[in-house]
């Protein structure tokens, strides 16, 4: 059922604890919104996310609006998202 993204993103304890919590640990109800859950990452696309080598800068900023400030005294720049 999962590919190797979802293992190493999803095979945890703490991970699958947050389907048992939202099921009232009811493991039969968890597991079952934990294969919906891959389901709708599959049908989104969202694990291609990773595969792309570049988002366009527009897209980024379209999305993200954020620019550059200045920097704090230790030289660190401040961003205004």
């Given at each position: 059922?999962?590919?190797?993204?979802?293992k190493?993103?999803?095979c945890s304890e703490a991970a699958f604890l947050r389907f048992l919590i939202a099921a009232d640990f009811n493991?039969?109800?968890a597991f079952s919104n934990f294969k919906a859950f891959i389901a709708w990452r599959?049908?989104?696309q969202v694990n291609q996310v990773l595969?792309?080598?570049e988002i366009p800068e527009?897209?980024?900023?379209?999305l993200?609006?954020?620019t550059w400030y200045h920097?704090?005294?230790d030289n660190r720049p401040l961003w205004v998202i």
């Open positions: 059922m999962l590919n190797e993204i979802d190493m993103i999803f493991k039969d109800r599959k049908d989104k595969d792309n080598e527009t897209k980024i900023k379209s993200f609006p954020n920097t704090d005294k």
